[in-house]
């Protein structure tokens, strides 16, 4: 069945310093991928989607490049902020009668200033 | 309110008891999921509504699991003799479109404590 797997955290980096994330999948198809993030005390957000291969998904600076031949939706920033700190999953959804979207285990981002 | 709001936000049940967990989704939008968060690891897919039909509730671990959506908006988790294996954060998440295609607008979640 479809699985999703990403880097384990905590992950922790200084301000400024460049942010890879991890994440690979197993699915059949063409599956649509997501990165949600989820702040301190508050619910999960989109962050970035990409629903075909070679796509990329952009938000606040952060990008994730669907990649069909490694099977990787790794997420990155070129420069983090104390602000980014938050806990990153990815995620993986169909155009299909599957109804799920399938989330990995999250990874725990810290910045320090 | 404009998000997606689930209530109560923290729950302590006895073992045995049973618990309703309540979510109000955004204005208008046909799908709805539930999913259970333990602590530390991602959410994990509990059942689907489109509107008020149930499509998909493979991820129920059990019997004692029972979701339900009347009018197609409000929908209610209800949890029968809980166990502590059931403590955890259920969240609520619905999508203007069908099916899991789209954005998903998550609630903060309601935190259940079986003791």
């Known amino acids: 069945g479809d699985s999703v797997t990403q880097m384990e955290g905590p992950v922790t980096l200084s301000e400024e310093a460049f942010l890879t994330i991890n994440c690979t999948y197993t699915a059949t198809g063409y599956p649509s991928l997501f990165w949600y993030v989820q702040y301190p005390g508050e619910g999960l957000q989109l962050l970035l989607k990409?629903?075909?291969?070679?796509d990329k998904g952009s938000n606040k600076g952060f990008e994730a490049t669907y990649r069909k031949e490694t099977t990787s939706f790794h997420l990155e920033k070129g420069s983090v902020q104390v602000s980014d700190s938050a806990v990153y999953f990815c995620?993986?959804?169909?155009?299909?009668?599957?109804?799920?979207?399938?989330f990995g285990s999250g990874t725990r981002l810290s910045i320090r200033p | 309110g404009a998000g997606v709001s689930q209530s109560p936000r923290y729950k302590v049940a006895k073992r045995g008891q049973d618990v309703a967990l309540r979510c109000d989704p955004i204005s208008g939008h046909v799908s709805l999921f539930w999913y259970q968060q333990a602590l530390g690891q991602g959410p994990e897919f509990l059942t689907y509504f489109q509107n008020e039909a149930q499509l998909d509730k493979s991820g129920l671990p059990s019997d004692r699991f029972f979701a339900e959506r009347p009018e197609g908006s409000v929908s209610t988790l209800k949890i029968q003799r809980t166990q502590q294996e059931d403590s955890a954060v259920y969240l609520c998440a619905s999508s203007l479109v069908p099916r899991g295609t789209g954005e998903l607008f998550f609630g903060e979640g309601s935190r259940l404590t079986v003791l």
């Open positions: 990409a629903t075909k291969a070679d």
């Open positions: 995620a993986l959804g169909r155009y299909s009668s599957a109804s799920k979207i399938i």
